[in-house]
């Protein structure tokens, strides 16, 4: 099994093309490309969002913890 040539890629797009519709196709293409990035942040480990933990205490307690698990000293 070989990878898909030019023409099984054009094929599959006319088959996508008859069961969305040209309506739909931008908005399934676009949505599709948007999950597939969400996975490949998954799996890389990547989190562009910021904790709400962090979000909410500030700058420092977010610099406070120590790293050994326990909280920090008030």
Do not use: C, N, Y
Not at 3 to 13: E, G, K, N, Q, R
Not at 19 to 42: Q, W
Not at 59 to 66: E, L, R, V, Y
Request: aromatic share 2%; glycine share 12%; no cysteine.
């Amino acid at each position: 099994m070989g990878a898909l040539s030019p023409a099984h890629l054009i094929i599959i797009l006319v088959i996508a093309l008859l069961i969305l519709g040209p309506g739909k196709l931008p908005e399934t293409g676009a949505a599709l490309g948007h999950a597939i990035r969400e996975f490949r942040h998954a799996v890389d480990g990547k989190d562009d969002a910021v904790s709400p933990a962090a979000a909410t205490d500030g700058p420092a307690q977010a610099t406070a913890s120590s790293g050994t698990g326990e909280p920090p000293a008030v």
